[in-house]
């Protein structure tokens, strides 16, 4: 019986049969899934955090927007209830700013992602890098200030037992959203300071494609601060900021990127991050579902 | 009276006024300008060499689909009575299927570039990799297919003094058109053969994000065959193959970049390619008008 209802299920947002039955409450092979909060985007935090415990998930990734729209000290006794970890928080960064004031206003919102971080219980804040400024086109002094920043940041963080997680991002948003741009890159960035405060968030989406990624991830040790899943799809819709599929929708070789990972001795969650408007469409439920089942198919198996 | 017409032009596909006087025929400052021919691309093979005779560019890139419109022969003819040089013949590549009777086709298809290549005087074949198989997710071995390819053609192209020139390809096209995604890595693919035989094809979009690029362009040597410029503009159009934009609209540091390729020692022409459906509907003259301007002023200085 289980199994026919089972077979009933679709895939969102492609509307395929399910390939294999949804993981249920309690499997361990869902010991290290995070539901990142903005694959089920039309949820607030409390039905993220509903949504994720109700289908068996340990973990979410949190959102700063969601997290203020209720609150800090609200979320933060929200996620207590729920018992679920918080893998990492979304998003400090956006520092490539050449202008003085705006600067000090990001260092300043950087420190306050901190703290809100530290108070939520997120061991990593993930830092989108920011783009060039309007008209400026120096990439490499955008990304000398990026490291600045990091540098800056590093003693509050630390003081608070937050981790600074640096997110190379496709060469597609180099110019609007992340001036590091691999895996290599953020590395170097890292490397200057201690693994236990400046690592790299790995993101499929984001390094799928950069030449020797595999031996570059086996040789990251303990500076994974975060591994995110998602799926490069083709053709990209019109907006690329809403690009990613789900798992098994594109062209990610989720199991050898997933083994280099985990030869790298990361042993922490993996969040599901999917930005597209298919997705939120979806309801939310449906989405976990979805997730769940992809994720014990094409990603658990070589963690 | 030359100043008050000139300042009555505008550049496409803005149409802002132009910021510079057009250069006109003979200046000296054109003598290394070749009009790719897709920047024009509603123009015949006939069409594209006098519309670039008659704004003073010396060459002109081909692709081998106007020319097979009009027959070999007589592109052939054409070519030398319009006394341009032919800076490079698009395309040949797409290797990286491992379907061996499609390889075998992919390989002959290739060799026919290179004769076409020969007829037509251009002394670079650019070479686009192509991207993964349909379903597959295998892009190390993809690339190992595209070494494999260009090792395969080297004797035949050797031969006929033809150089391969592999194109690194923006990794926003690394699933559907080219797995070789940096310049680094083209360097490497290179490596393995003579400077004459295989080099690689330097395009502003595809590598302006490269971390280290300009230091790795400077110690290039020889190995640079084709010099491409257009821009990176954000936000990219629905269609990402139509993303590139005219010199100066976009988030290229052409200053920077061209002093970085000169200081290889390059000495060949400079490719205007732009693909962009708002610069194909505008008239060609307009279009190689406003790509001299944009050239005088932000390439050529830094040659």
């Not at 997290?67 to 996620?79: H, Q």
């Not at 994974?224 to 019109?238: E, G, H, K, R």
Request: proline share 6%.
């Amino acid at each position: 019986m289980s199994g026919l209802l089972e077979s009933l299920e679709v895939d969102v947002p492609g509307g395929a049969p399910a390939r294999v039955p949804t993981p249920l409450p309690g499997d361990l092979r869902l010991a290290r899934l995070s539901l990142n909060q903005r694959t089920a985007a039309r949820w607030t935090l409390h039905e993220a955090l509903e949504g994720a415990r109700a289908a068996g998930l340990p973990a979410v990734g949190l959102w700063r927007e969601p997290v203020a729209d209720v609150g800090l000290d609200v979320a933060v006794r929200e996620v207590r209830a729920s018992g679920l970890r918080v893998s990492s928080l979304c998003r400090g960064g956006f520092f490539t700013t050449a202008d003085r004031a705006e600067r000090v206003r990001a260092i300043s919102d950087n420190r306050a992602a901190i703290d809100e971080a530290a108070a939520l219980g997120a061991r990593t804040l993930v830092l989108v890098p920011g783009g060039l400024p309007p008209g400026d086109r120096d990439l490499p002094a955008a990304r000398a200030r990026v490291a600045e920043a990091v540098a800056d940041l590093v003693p509050y963080a630390r003081e608070r037992g937050v981790v600074l997680g640096i997110e190379p991002m496709n060469p597609v948003y180099a110019a609007d959203r992340g001036v590091v741009s691999t895996l290599a890159q953020a590395l170097e960035l890292a490397s200057t300071h201690g693994a236990d405060e400046v690592g790299v968030v790995v993101d499929t989406f984001h390094l799928w494609w950069e030449p020797g990624v595999l031996a570059l991830l086996e040789s990251c040790g303990d500076r994974i601060v975060s591994y995110q899943v998602c799926d490069w799809v083709t053709p990209l819709p019109a907006d690329t900021l809403l690009a990613r599929g789900m798992m098994g929708d594109g062209h990610v070789d989720f199991a050898a990127f997933t083994a280099a990972v985990a030869r790298s001795g990361y042993s922490g969650d993996v969040e599901v991050e999917i930005f597209n408007a298919d997705v939120w469409a979806a309801p939310g439920e449906q989405v976990v579902a979805t997730m769940a089942r992809r994720y014990v198919e094409l990603v658990q198996p070589y963690l």
